[in-house]
C-alpha cells in the first residue's frame, strides 16, 4: 500500500511465504511505475527476500523480475530506497498501514486466484507430505513389513532429526535403528556364522545388546529401562542412548 493506494492479489496456496513476500515487493513497483512522483521508500517485513534481492538471487524468479523493473523505473530517474522493518509494532502510522492491509487480505480472499508461477522448491514441502503419505499406505509393504528391522521402530514413516548429534554419532544411531552393525553382520560378507553374546551365547543383535542381556541390565538401568526398540528410540534421548553404548563398550563395534 502506499497512502491511499492499496494493491492486492490473491496467489495460490502453494506458494510459500518467501514467494508471496516477493510478490508483494512486486507489487510495490507496480504503484510506483503508476506514480508521478519519483522518490520512494519501499518498506518491507520480507528480510529474506530484501537479502535476495540485495545478493541478486537471479535464479528465484521473482527476484530476477523485481531487479529488472527496479533497473528500469531507477533508469527513468526515479529514486527506490528498501528499507526493511524488523517487526511492526511502534512504528508510526502502521496501525493505520496493517488495517489497510488486513482489509486487502480480506478482499483477496474472494478474489480469483491469480496465475502465477511458484518455484519448484514452494512444492517440496507438500509433495514431502503426499509421498509420506503413499508410501506409508500404498506401500503397504511398509504397513505390511513388520518383519524389516527398522518397522519395528518406525511403523509410521516421517523424518528422524538428529541435528544435535555430531556426524559420526548420527551414523551410528541410524545403524541401530536399522539393526544393522559392523559387529552383528559383518559375517555376512566374511561368510563365517553368525556371532553369539558371550554371555548369553544367543545371537549378537543390536536389540540383544540394547535391552536383553542381563550381562548389561545393571549398566542398561543407569541409562534406561524399555520394553521395546520402538520405545527406547522414541523416549530415550539419542545421547543417552549413545552413553550407554559407549560404557558397554559397544560404541567402537557399531
Ligand atoms: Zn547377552
Same mark, same amino acid.
Given at each position: 500500500?502506499?497512502?491511499?493506494i492499496?494493491k492486492?492479489? !490473491?496467489i495460490t496456496?502453494?506458494a510459500?511465504?518467501f514467494?508471496a513476500e516477493l510478490v =508483494?515487493?512486486n507489487?510495490a513497483l507496480?504503484?510506483? !511505475?503508476r @506514480?508521478?512522483?519519483?522518490k520512494f521508500?519501499?518498506? @518491507?517485513? @520480507?528480510?529474506s527476500g530484501l %537479502?535476495a534481492?540485495? $545478493?541478486?538471487?537471479?535464479e &528465484?524468479?521473482?527476484v530476477q523480475?523485481?531487479?529488472?523493473?527496479?533497473?528500469?523505473l531507477?533508469s527513468?530517474? $526515479?529514486?527506490?530506497t528498501?528499507?526493511?522493518?524488523?517487526?511492526? &509494532?511502534?512504528? *508510526?502510522? $502502521?496501525e493505520r498501514g496493517?488495517?489497510? =492491509?488486513?482489509e486487502? =487480505?480480506?478482499?483477496a480472499?474472494?478474489s &480469483?486466484?491469480s #496465475?502465477?508461477?511458484?518455484?519448484?522448491s514452494d512444492?517440496i514441502?507438500?509433495?514431502?507430505m503426499?509421498?509420506r503419505?503413499?508410501w506409508q499406505?500404498e506401500?503397504?509393504e511398509?504397513?505390511g513389513c513388520s518383519?524389516?528391522?527398522?518397522?519395528?521402530v518406525k511403523p509410521?514413516?516421517?523424518?528422524?532429526s538428529? #541435528?544435535?548429534l555430531s556426524?559420526r554419532?548420527? =551414523?551410528i544411531?541410524?545403524r541401530? !535403528?536399522?539393526?544393522?552393525t !559392523?559387529?552383528?553382520?559383518?559375517?555376512?560378507? @566374511?561368510?563365517?556364522?553368525q556371532?553369539l553374546?558371550?554371555?548369553?551365547?544367543?545371537s549378537l543383535?543390536?536389540k540383544?545388546?540394547?535391552?536383553e542381556?542381563c550381562?548389561?541390565k545393571? %549398566? *542398561?538401568?543407569k541409562?534406561f529401562?524399555?520394553?521395546s526398540?520402538?520405545?527406547?528410540?522414541e $523416549? %530415550?534421548?539419542?545421547? &543417552?542412548?549413545?552413553?550407554?553404548?559407549k560404557?558397554?563398550n559397544?560404541?567402537?563395534?557399531?
Amino acid at each position: 500500500m502506499s497512502g491511499d493506494i492499496v494493491k492486492s492479489l !490473491r496467489i495460490t496456496s502453494h506458494a510459500s511465504i518467501f514467494t508471496a513476500e516477493l510478490v =508483494a515487493l512486486n507489487l510495490a513497483l507496480d504503484i510506483i !511505475r503508476r @506514480s508521478r512522483l519519483i522518490k520512494f521508500v519501499i518498506f @518491507s517485513g @520480507s528480510l529474506s527476500g530484501l %537479502v535476495a534481492i540485495r $545478493n541478486c538471487q537471479l535464479e &528465484t524468479a521473482y527476484v530476477q523480475k523485481f531487479i529488472i523493473n527496479y533497473c528500469q523505473l531507477v533508469s527513468a530517474g $526515479n529514486s527506490i530506497t528498501l528499507i526493511w522493518i524488523p517487526g511492526h &509494532t511502534g512504528i *508510526r502510522g $502502521n496501525e493505520r498501514g496493517n488495517e489497510r =492491509a488486513d482489509e486487502a =487480505a480480506k478482499a483477496a480472499l474472494t478474489s &480469483t486466484v491469480s #496465475t502465477m508461477k511458484c518455484l519448484a522448491s514452494d512444492f517440496i514441502p507438500e509433495l514431502t507430505m503426499l509421498y509420506r503419505e503413499v508410501w506409508q499406505a500404498e506401500i503397504a509393504e511398509w504397513d505390511g513389513c513388520s518383519a524389516n528391522k527398522l518397522h519395528s521402530v518406525k511403523p509410521h514413516l516421517g523424518y528422524c532429526s538428529v #541435528t544435535h548429534l555430531s556426524h559420526r554419532d548420527a =551414523a551410528i544411531l541410524r545403524r541401530l !535403528r536399522i539393526g544393522h552393525t !559392523r559387529v552383528t553382520h559383518k559375517y555376512l560378507l @566374511s561368510g563365517h556364522s553368525q556371532p553369539l553374546c558371550d554371555e548369553c551365547q544367543c545371537s549378537l543383535t543390536v536389540k540383544h545388546i540394547l535391552l536383553e542381556c542381563c550381562s548389561l541390565k545393571d %549398566v *542398561r538401568e543407569k541409562y534406561f529401562t524399555c520394553s521395546s526398540l520402538k520405545e527406547l528410540f522414541e $523416549n %530415550v534421548d539419542a545421547t &543417552t542412548i549413545m552413553d550407554f553404548i559407549k560404557e558397554v563398550n559397544f560404541y567402537h563395534l557399531v
